[in-house]
């Protein structure tokens, strides 16, 4: 084969992973709407408003029968989603990997999350219980998703282009919850000249997100390609048996599974902040709607140049240092939220700022991390672990939110309480080899990690 032709196919291949890489990120550009607009901004505070509705004189509602405050409800549900995601997502990564047709599977997931957030429109009156299950439904469709979606980046990323193209797919998230966050302020703050209730303009807030999640969906799924494997059709009978071989896996790869444990800690710290911030703001410190609006598009705004000068930050200094960096901003961050004053919007900006610079980078940088720690052909099966506490999977944190809260009575107290996150977190990351741990791996090492 001469020369030429080499360099044509290596052209030729390099032109279609731009351009696979290109649909990878329009699927973080439909389903980052969820988390943003739902998720973060309006649920947690109306479907609060709801459960209060519903609430008896002592302020309790008791789904199943069991007393649960009005005030601890979304967190609650929030916690109740990893459990159906637990099951689901790794029966997924298995037939993923088994299979290799991911994009099906990464379909009906979405499909799944935007139908049932787009039924959020019918949330109303004291139907608390409907938004309970719209929402786990949603949430899990979500993981099972990002499971697919994140376990095709070490398929269209060489190791050296990970950490920017990571990056790159978080920036175009939050750049479409800046641009759906925007319409939504203009809805929510003029709903009288709209024509429709404060509520109807949430309701419909919310189901336009799950509009918008399933129409951009259809970029990735027309751009991304299969890879198939030679055990196809085998993945459905094997479901479960291959979650356990993937546990058994990952004991055999201690320093993967010593990452996946800070990552999963303090992870599960980032996504409580994320999805009860609106709670805070509007419980403890009565902020107005259109004020945590405001403030979570700010965020969105300073977390795509947060994302990319993360990335760059890494290339000089490498991925660890960088996340290491930011869980002590995180750390400071929470402390500096549990002093804020009720009723200054001011100072609750600020500290939207500050969450805004470090969030994209701290997660699109654990993201890339983790892909050079999975050995190849278990990307889908190891990411299914990683994506229990990605994007508001999370579930210790909100449950420890919601029972502090529960206890004291007092949403500053719940705040602080997820310090602990970071702090372990940043430990144990600290002490991994993550060089070691990539070779380890089977893969190349970087020049920078």
Same mark, same amino acid.
């Given at each position: 084969?001469?020369?030429?032709?080499?360099?044509?196919?290596?052209?030729?291949?390099?032109?279609?992973?731009?351009?696979?890489?290109?649909?990878?990120?329009?699927?973080?550009?439909?389903? =980052?709407?969820?988390? %943003?607009?739902?998720? %973060?901004?309006?649920?947690? +505070?109306?479907?609060?408003?709801?459960?209060?509705?519903?609430?008896?004189?002592?302020?309790?509602?008791?789904?199943?029968?069991?007393?649960?405050?009005?005030?601890?409800?979304?967190?609650?549900?929030?916690?109740?989603?990893?459990?159906?995601?637990?099951?689901?997502?790794?029966?997924?990564?298995?037939?993923?990997?088994?299979?290799?047709?991911?994009? +099906?599977?990464?379909?009906?997931?979405?499909?799944?999350?935007?139908?049932?957030?787009?039924?959020?429109?019918?949330?109303?009156?004291?139907?608390?219980?409907?938004?309970?299950?719209?929402?786990?439904?949603?949430?899990?469709?979500?993981?099972?998703?990002?499971?697919?979606?994140?376990?095709?980046?070490?398929?269209?990323?060489?190791?050296?282009?990970?950490?920017?193209?990571?990056?790159?797919?978080?920036?175009?998230?939050?750049?479409?919850? =800046?641009?759906?966050?925007?319409?939504?302020?203009?809805?929510?703050?003029?709903?009288?000249?709209?024509?429709?209730?404060?509520?109807?303009?949430?309701?419909?807030?919310?189901?336009?997100?799950?509009?918008?999640?399933?129409? /951009?969906?259809?970029?990735?799924?027309?751009?991304?390609?299969?890879?198939?494997?030679?055990?196809?059709?085998?993945?459905?009978?094997?479901?479960?048996?291959?979650?356990?071989?993937?546990?058994?896996?990952?004991?055999?790869?201690?320093?993967?599974?010593?990452?996946?444990?800070?990552?999963?800690?303090?992870?599960?710290?980032?996504?409580?902040?994320?999805?009860?911030?609106?709670?805070?703001?509007?419980?403890?410190?009565?902020?107005?709607?259109? *004020? !945590?609006?405001?403030?979570?598009?700010?965020?969105?705004?300073?977390?795509?140049?947060?994302?990319?000068?993360?990335?760059?930050?890494?290339?000089?200094?490498?991925?660890?240092? *960088?996340?290491?960096?930011?869980?002590?901003?995180?750390? !400071? *961050?929470?402390?500096?939220?549990? /002093?804020?004053?009720?009723?200054?919007?001011?100072?609750?900006?600020?500290?939207?700022?500050?969450?805004?610079?470090?969030?994209?980078?701290?997660?699109?940088?654990?993201?890339?991390? /983790?892909?050079?720690?999975?050995?190849?052909?278990?990307?889908?099966?190891?990411?299914?672990?990683?994506?229990?506490?990605?994007?508001?999977?999370?579930?210790?944190?909100?449950?420890? /939110?919601?029972?502090?809260?529960?206890? *004291?009575?007092?949403?500053?107290?719940?705040?602080?309480?997820?310090?602990?996150?970071?702090?372990?977190?940043?430990?144990?990351?600290?002490?991994?080899?993550?060089?070691?741990?990539?070779?380890?791996?089977?893969? +190349?090492?970087?020049?920078?990690?």
């Amino acid at each position: 084969m001469s020369t030429d032709t080499v360099r044509a196919g290596a052209a030729d291949e390099a032109v279609e992973r731009r351009r696979e890489q290109r649909g990878w990120y329009f699927y973080d550009w439909a389903c =980052s709407v969820y988390s %943003t607009s739902v998720l %973060t901004v309006f649920l947690g +505070p109306y479907l609060t408003a709801v459960a209060k509705h519903a609430a008896d004189a002592d302020g309790f509602v008791h789904p199943l029968g069991v007393p649960v405050r009005a005030g601890s409800f979304f967190a609650y549900a929030v916690s109740a989603s990893v459990i159906v995601s637990i099951v689901v997502m790794p029966m997924a990564g298995a037939a993923a990997d088994r299979t290799g047709r991911k994009k +099906p599977l990464l379909a009906a997931a979405a499909y799944l999350g935007a139908a049932a957030t787009t039924g959020m429109f019918f949330l109303d009156g004291d139907r608390y219980l409907l938004g309970g299950l719209l929402l786990i439904v949603a949430n899990a469709s979500l993981a099972v998703s990002m499971v697919l979606y994140n376990s095709y980046l070490p398929q269209i990323a060489p190791p050296e282009e990970r950490d920017a193209v990571s990056s790159r797919g978080w920036a175009f998230g939050y750049a479409a919850g =800046s641009v759906v966050l925007v319409a939504n302020l203009v809805l929510f703050t003029a709903h009288d000249s709209f024509g429709v209730s404060e509520s109807t303009a949430v309701r419909i807030c919310l189901a336009s997100a799950g509009v918008w999640w399933g129409a /951009f969906t259809l970029v990735p799924l027309k751009r991304l390609r299969d890879r198939r494997t030679a055990s196809a059709g085998q993945a459905s009978a094997h479901g479960w048996r291959q979650l356990a071989a993937t546990v058994r896996d990952m004991r055999r790869q201690p320093l993967t599974l010593s990452f996946l444990l800070a990552y999963l800690i303090y992870n599960d710290g980032i996504q409580t902040v994320i999805s009860q911030a609106s709670v805070y703001g509007s419980e403890e410190l009565g902020l107005s709607q259109s *004020t !945590l609006i405001t403030a979570v598009l700010l965020v969105q705004v300073l977390a795509v140049g947060g994302a990319l000068g993360m990335g760059r930050l890494a290339r000089t200094y490498g991925a660890k240092r *960088t996340i290491l960096g930011s869980l002590v901003a995180w750390t !400071l *961050t929470l402390a500096a939220g549990y /002093f804020l004053p009720a009723g200054a919007p001011v100072w609750f900006f600020v500290l939207a700022s500050g969450i805004g610079l470090v969030l994209g980078g701290s997660q699109a940088l654990s993201r890339s991390l /983790f892909s050079h720690l999975v050995p190849s052909g278990k990307e889908a099966e190891y990411f299914s672990a990683y994506e229990m506490s990605d994007r508001g999977m999370s579930w210790l944190g909100p449950l420890l /939110f919601g029972l502090t809260y529960q206890l *004291t009575g007092s949403y500053r107290d719940a705040i602080i309480s997820l310090v602990v996150f970071f702090v372990i977190g940043f430990v144990l990351l600290a002490r991994v080899p993550v060089r070691r741990a990539v070779r380890d791996a089977g893969n +190349p090492v970087p020049e920078r990690i």
